[in-house]
Every structure is written in C-alpha cells, then in structure tokens.
C-alpha cells in the first residue's frame, strides 16, 4: 500500500500563531488526500477533503478560513492552522486513497497550542 | 453514507479468537466494508475489507452475511500488540470515498 508521512510529527506553538503540516505521498500519485482531527479517546473526525490541483472541499462545521488545505502536487498536501488557539490542540491525520479505494493513513501530528 | 454500530469495547487473552460485529443496517448496493485498526498517537491502519461472503488475508477474516447488513472482524490468535482501537466504516464506492469513523472498539488483550 501507500506511504504517507507527516510532518512535522508534533509542534507546540503559541495562540495566535499559524502552523503548517504537510502529508506526502511517498510512493503513491495521490489525486485525493483527506484530513482529519481526532481528541484524546475519540473517534477521527473527517475535515476535508484534498483534491490535486483544485479547492479542498470541507466537512460541516470546518472553518476553511482557519484551516487552509494546499494540494499542489501528486504527492504533497499541506494543513495550515491559522490564528490557533488552544482549542485548535488536537491530533491531525492525513489519508490518501489508494488504488482499490483502502486508505492509507498517516502517522499523524500533534498539535499543541500554548 | 451507512452508520456502523459496534460494541464500545471486548477483552480477550492472549492466544484467543477475538470477533467484533458491526451492524450497518442501511448499507446500500455500492457500499463496500472496511475495518481499520488504531494505536495510540498513531494513524489508523488498514486491515481488511470486503463486499460479501468471506474475505480472508495474513491478519485477519472478514465474514459478511447475504444480507450484508452487519459483518464480523476476526482476529485469530491474538497477542498484547492486538490491543488497539478497531473501526467498522462502509464506504460508497463512487465519488470521493469519504470514510466516516464511529466510535470504534476498544479490544483489551490480557496476559
């Protein structure tokens, strides 16, 4: 299957400051990516989804003003938290689609926000 | 998109089959079955889907009734590194395949 990596695999930042995490693809020419967010002993919960070349189409309820999602490329797409705020902490997770439509997920990134 | 129910969590011992039933009674012709398993602060890892009857593969079966309107994840032989976060999601086999996580079952392996 794919390999997807993240980074950076945690940052802590202050409140008020943006942050950017980026999702690669390393063997795989990923047309789709996905994001989601996940609090301590809960579920994931789906925020985007990342298209090559085009807008992000967002979950409801997701701020795409505050969560800005790049797809560039095959093989990379970036999460930028912008202004965060404490309750922005959380643990994000990237997926990319595969071949048979499995997803591969990445290792994901902690988020911490002082 | 299908909601899934599953048991919240099961314990098991080492060595023991373990099998996790989700029910997914509004499952629709194009949906297919996947389960992923999570650890701690790491991403979900798939192990398995199917559309019906049985699939099999190095860590897992997967037994889907006719009716596919539930399916059984079974682990066979499990260790202490099975311990982890199992999740049930149908996904529509069109469009962007968006997956949609429930709760989850939080399987305890015991020494």
């Known amino acids: 299957g794919a390999v997807v990596s993240q980074h950076p695999s945690w940052v802590i930042c202050k409140s008020g400051t943006s942050v950017k995490i980026e999702c690669r693809s390393l063997d795989f020419q990923a047309t789709t990516m996905f994001w989601y967010r996940q609090f301590p002993k809960q579920s994931l919960m789906l925020m985007a989804t990342?298209?090559?070349?085009?807008?992000?189409?967002?979950e409801q309820g997701v701020e795409k003003d505050k969560f800005l999602i790049n797809h560039a490329s095959l093989t990379l797409s970036t999460l930028t938290v912008t202004s965060a705020h404490p309750e922005d902490s959380s643990f994000y997770i990237c997926?990319?689609?595969?071949?048979?439509?499995?997803?591969?997920f990445g290792p994901g990134t902690r988020l911490t926000v002082l | 998109l299908a909601k899934t129910t599953q048991p919240i969590s099961m314990d098991s011992y080492e060595g023991q089959e373990v099998n996790i039933t989700c029910s997914h009674n509004n499952i629709a012709t194009n949906d297919y079955i996947t389960w992923y398993q999570q650890f701690p602060s790491q991403g979900p890892r798939f192990i398995i889907q199917?559309?019906?009857t049985k699939v099999t593969n190095e860590v897992a079966s997967l037994f889907i009734p006719a009716d596919r309107k539930s399916s059984t994840l079974s682990l066979p032989r499990v260790s202490l590194s099975d311990t982890a976060v199992y999740y049930c999601?149908?996904?529509?086999?069109?469009?962007?395949?968006?997956?949609?996580f429930g709760a989850g079952t939080r399987l305890a392996v015991h020494p």
């Open positions: 997926s990319v689609r595969g071949t048979y439509n499995e997803q591969f």
């Open positions: 999601l149908v996904v529509y086999s069109g469009g962007y395949n968006k997956l949609i």
């Open positions: 199917g559309y019906k």
């Open positions: 990342s298209n090559e070349g085009s807008k992000a189409t967002y």
